[in-house]
């Protein structure tokens, strides 16, 4: 069994490898600058599966990042009024270049603390899987804020929200007017302006719904949430941006996630 996942994952670096090394050769000074960003996203049918990858996240994963150089990473699900609640668990994990993906990838496959303490998750039974499916979406930093800021919040982890959000485009030019929006057209800075904490702003590269934009902006409590949206949402330079008929139309589905950080979550 690790024999053949350790086939499967060299076989998906080097076809990684291929996609990306054109684009890595051609980047300049500031775009090289940008971070990349892994979004794990673990489907789930019950609580037992939940609390199963819970101990492996805590117990195996998060440490072998740690090792491997991720000094931090973040787990969340979803809250108990969100329509997903019990369904999915997210890892968010930052890395400072492609290069860096590959060398923790490899890093974490060959832990020797890792594959004992996360091997009832890695080699369960087949009728008995810690999950239905899971998904590995990759982005790259949005130009306007080309690192993740983790917010430092004191309140109990059960308290805080973190929404997380996926834009949809019809076309990859309506995708790259939306992302144009963000970062020229200014509605990074007034999320910063109006204190949503944003924590990140990617392009999706790799994933099931694109093209797409994903991001995340975080809240002391759901209160401060619904109250930070109603000012955004009657905010004139709000209006006045989306107004504009270049950005019309540019978002055909919006995916919208309320979340908690779980107790072991680095942030």
């Known amino acids: 069994m690790k024999y053949i996942n350790s086939l499967i994952k060299g076989s998906l670096i080097l076809v990684f490898m291929s996609f990306f090394s054109a684009p890595i050769s051609n980047l300049n000074a500031a775009s090289a600058k940008q971070m990349y960003y892994e979004i794990?996203?673990?489907?789930?049918?019950?609580?037992?599966?939940?609390?199963?990858?819970?101990?492996?996240?805590?117990?195996?994963y998060l440490p072998a990042l740690h090792k491997a150089g991720i000094l931090s990473a973040g787990v969340f699900?979803?809250?108990?009024?969100?329509?997903?609640?019990?369904?999915?668990?997210f890892v968010f994990i930052p890395y400072k270049d492609l290069k860096q993906y590959l060398k923790v990838t490899a890093s974490v496959d060959k832990n020797i603390d890792y594959q004992k303490n996360g091997n009832a998750f890695l080699d369960a039974p087949y009728n008995d899987p810690p999950f239905t499916?899971?998904?590995?979406?990759?982005?790259k930093a949005f130009a306007g804020m080309p690192v993740f800021v983790p917010p430092v919040y004191t309140n109990p982890?059960?308290?805080?929200?973190?929404?997380?959000?996926?834009?949809?485009?019809?076309?990859?030019?309506?995708?790259?007017?939306?992302?144009?929006?963000?970062n020229q057209g200014g509605e990074i800075e007034l999320f910063k302006k109006l204190g949503f904490n944003p924590m990140f702003f990617g392009e999706v590269l790799m994933g099931s719904d694109k093209p797409n934009l994903m991001y995340m902006t975080t809240f002391q409590d759901i209160q401060t949430h619904d109250s930070k949206w109603m000012t955004f949402r009657g905010d004139p330079e709000w209006k006045k941006m989306s107004g504009l008929e270049e950005y019309k139309n540019t978002?055909?589905?919006?995916?919208?996630?309320l979340l908690n950080p779980t107790s072991y979550s680095d942030f």
């Open 40 to 60: 794990k996203v673990y489907h789930v049918k019950n609580s037992a599966q939940a609390e199963r990858i819970d101990s492996y996240l805590r117990d195996a």
């Open 133 to 139: 499916r899971y998904e590995s979406i990759l982005l």
């Open 251 to 257: 978002v055909s589905k919006a995916v919208i996630y």
């Open 77 to 89: 699900k979803p809250i108990a009024s969100d329509t997903s609640f019990g369904k999915v668990v």
């Open 157 to 182: 982890a059960g308290e805080r929200i973190y929404e997380l959000r996926s834009y949809e485009s019809a076309t990859e030019a309506e995708a790259a007017k939306k992302i144009q929006m963000f």
